[in-house]
């Protein structure tokens, strides 16, 4: 498979380099052979569908639901009720911070680009940081910002996405981790027949605490829960807004298309999707331009990929993969980004993915 710069390590200008290509391509398609219920996969390249594997399956798609926090944040900053320019002290962003190590890169990242100037970072470039790194600090902070409700409303002005509920992405992750300490194994069999509006309560306390002061105190509660830490990483999954491959991929179709949204709300939201990724050598070879975003559940991994190719192609793709277990879980996150892009450049891979998964 053609190596590509994982969009994580893009300040640092390394390309992930495979030396096991072929066994890397066997490994997936042996993978994909033995478990074609696996895979939630849609391809559109010139509005022509050329992959559609379950896409109307709802998966655990994890943070990609953060794409419609970007098209809400750049309708509100069309509205100039949030000022995209608008510096803010990056501590407004650590104060939701809890034992995440893409903060740290993150962190170098826009230090490197000179996108933090002493402890002053413009609120685009949280919004940036949120699509490129999947980071839950920056989605706590532009909610907050916008306001839940608010998000929620202007998600429904998109008619092809359906209604979900929104909670802060943080705080949900601490109402799933057991604050009350009660038994866990009570807390794990309860939790999730808790309405959303009590839900939304939990959340909205805590999220009021770590305004307050409390990160370290819940950062503990997080590296401390030991035996039940893939448990209640569910919890919060399991409640976070679930939207099928399909509803991705029409999002990102209009995006790709630069004609459905105003250019008040495209300008934020190019800047968001696109300003990281595009400073990829690998990525600028191919690409006149293009967005993506990836996350992962303990049980899934995702990536949605828009764009414009050198060779004028049109192009989306959302690739989920699900149910797996820990060792297929870590095999896959290190060809996932590779094996996405291969499909959108590769047309003999494509057919060859295309042909196996209708068998």
């Known amino acids: 498979m053609r190596p590509y710069l994982f969009f994580l390590f893009c300040f640092l200008s390394i390309t992930t380099l495979r030396a096991q290509e072929e066994s890397d391509e066997a490994f997936l398609l042996d993978f994909l052979q033995k478990n074609p219920e696996?895979?939630?996969?849609i391809i559109s390249i010139n509005d022509t569908t050329e992959i559609a594997q379950q896409p109307t399956l709802m998966a655990p798609t994890g943070n990609l639901y953060n794409l419609f926090i970007a098209i809400a944040y750049a309708q509100q900053a069309?509205?100039?009720?949030?000022?995209?320019?608008?510096?803010?002290?990056?501590?407004?962003?650590?104060?939701?911070?809890?034992?995440?190590?893409?903060?740290?890169?993150?962190?170098?990242?826009?230090?490197?680009?000179?996108?933090?100037?002493?402890?002053r970072i413009r609120t685009k470039d949280v919004a940036a940081g949120m699509m490129a790194f999947s980071l839950d600090p920056c989605s706590e902070y532009l909610m907050d910002q916008i306001g839940i409700n608010r998000i929620e409303q202007e998600i429904t002005k998109l008619p092809w996405v359906p209604k979900q509920t929104y909670h802060y992405p943080v705080s949900g992750k601490v109402v799933g981790f057991n604050p009350t300490q009660v038994s866990p194994e009570q807390y794990i069999r309860t939790l999730p027949n808790t309405s959303n509006e009590t839900f939304g309560q939990m959340s909205e306390e805590v999220h009021q605490n770590l305004q307050k002061g409390y990160t370290s105190i819940y950062d503990s509660l997080l590296i401390n829960a030991e035996q039940y830490h893939k448990e209640y990483l569910m919890l919060w999954y399991d409640r976070a807004p679930h939207y099928t491959p399909e509803v991705f991929l029409k999002t990102l179709h209009h995006i790709n298309r630069r004609t459905y949204f105003s250019k008040e709300v495209f300008r934020p939201l190019i800047y968001a999707l696109e300003s990281t990724p595009m400073k990829s050598p690998e990525i600028q070879r191919s690409?006149?331009?293009?967005?993506?975003?990836?996350?992962?559940?303990?049980?899934?991994?995702?990536?949605?990929?828009?764009?414009?190719?050198?060779?004028?192609?049109?192009?989306?793709?959302?690739?989920?993969?699900?149910?797996?277990?820990?060792?297929?879980?870590?095999?896959l996150s290190a060809l996932m980004h590779d094996f996405a892009f291969e499909l959108i450049e590769e047309p003999i891979f494509r057919e060859k993915i295309q042909s196996l998964l209708s068998k």
Do not use: M
């Open 38 to 41: 696996k895979i939630s996969l």
């Open 78 to 119: 069309a509205q100039r009720t949030i000022e995209p320019e608008a510096p803010l002290d990056i501590q407004n962003i650590r104060q939701y911070n809890l034992h995440n190590p893409g903060f740290d890169a993150w962190e170098q990242y826009i230090r490197i680009y000179k996108k933090l100037r002493g402890n």
């Open 287 to 331: 690409f006149s331009y293009c967005g993506f975003l990836s996350s992962s559940t303990p049980t899934s991994l995702s990536i949605a990929i828009y764009g414009k190719t050198k060779s004028g192609q049109h192009v989306e793709l959302v690739c989920v993969f699900q149910q797996l277990s820990r060792k297929e879980h870590i095999d």
